[in-house]
């Protein structure tokens, strides 16, 4: 129940898309973020489609990071 109340809190929009990130669901599942990543190549039929997955760039990624930051903030105050 408790990894349920998180999961809103790992959801980032990029690309007007809501997506969680792959280390986020590695540890939904408790898996490390590469073995997760090596089953979801193991199953890429599964997986296809940019509405499902997507490869972050960079810079998408620094401002996720960022939005989870101020984020922290708002909840400490």
Request: charge should be positive.
């Amino acid at each position: 129940m408790e990894q349920l109340q998180i999961i809103p809190n790992k959801i980032h929009e990029i690309r007007g898309q809501k997506v969680m990130l792959d280390f986020d669901l590695a540890g939904l599942y408790g898996v490390e973020t590469a073995q997760l990543k090596r089953a979801v190549r193991r199953n890429i039929e599964r997986f296809e489609g940019e509405d499902f997955m997507f490869e972050v760039t960079k810079e998408e990624l620094l401002r996720c990071q960022i939005g989870i930051l101020k984020k922290g903030r708002v909840h400490a105050k």
